[in-house]
């Protein structure tokens, strides 16, 4: 580790990448793309790359990261060139240059499954991590609503995993059984599930739960925050109408 940096209190931009091809231009080519509509205000003095689950082993973890030189907004066409035929072609991007990544010592890894979008850190932080929720102050979403259904007595199950064919099929935020039915409850970070793709998943997701017989509860991460009470009384009701949990 770099002594002199690991001591300062310069600001990280978590980014995301869920695609080989976005990994080895960052790596090779030094830049990164953010859509300009979901671009932080906040200055940052570095990036680190968050690569998702589509990584294999090396997904669900933070392995890299680089100081920002500059930054530019540039449409998307004139950053891929060769995917002009991309429907957001037009879209307008913010284009973050970069020196050369260096490699973390020890990988972060998201052991408690955190839903990750853009967030910032601090180069103290991401130099002595090594799980994502140790990088921000703020508790994830699930860690807030799990402590809470413990506090009133709500029993569930964290990351229940939904079996078909002998594969996960989903996995739930938390599960809740009850004598006469189940409830799944999602905790919805709103950045991440804004994005109609995701909104088509999600919604693909419920209709097979509510098939299975599953009630759905999708709480945003700001009702979490500032009506907690809210959600965990709409649980218990819930938890009644179905005949009390088991």
């Not at 960052?26 to 003095?45: F, G, Q, S, V």
């Not at 002998?166 to 996995?171: N, P, T």
């Amino acid at each position: 580790k770099d002594k002199g940096m690991e001591a300062s209190g310069d600001v990280v931009l978590i980014g995301v990448v869920n695609r080989q091809k976005d990994l080895e231009i960052a790596l090779n080519e030094h830049w990164y793309r953010i859509p300009n509509r979901y671009a932080p205000k906040r200055r940052a003095d570095y990036l680190a790359l968050y690569q998702t689950h589509c990584f294999g082993k090396m997904g669900r973890a933070i392995n890299y990261y680089a100081r920002i030189r500059d930054s530019k907004l540039m449409p998307r066409r004139e950053l891929l060139p060769d995917e002009l035929n991309h429907p957001k072609r037009e879209e307008v991007y913010k284009k973050l240059y970069l020196e050369p990544f260096k490699q973390l010592s020890t990988r972060i890894e998201n052991r408690s499954r955190r839903r990750v979008s853009f967030g910032f850190t601090t180069l103290k932080r991401l130099l002595g991590s090594d799980e994502i929720s140790q990088l921000f102050d703020i508790l994830p979403l699930e860690e807030i609503m799990g402590r809470a259904m413990k506090e009133n007595n709500i029993k569930s199950f964290h990351e229940y995993c939904l079996m078909e064919n002998r594969r996960c099929h989903y996995r739930l935020d938390f599960a809740i059984f009850c004598k006469d039915g189940k409830i799944a409850v999602e905790c919805d970070n709103e950045k991440w599930h804004q994005g109609l793709s995701q909104q088509a998943k999600d919604s693909r997701r419920d209709r097979w739960l509510k098939q299975h017989n599953w009630v759905v509860f999708h709480f945003p991460g700001r009702k979490i925050k500032e009506e907690l009470n809210i959600c965990i009384d709409e649980l218990k009701k819930t938890a009644i109408a179905l005949g009390g949990i088991i």
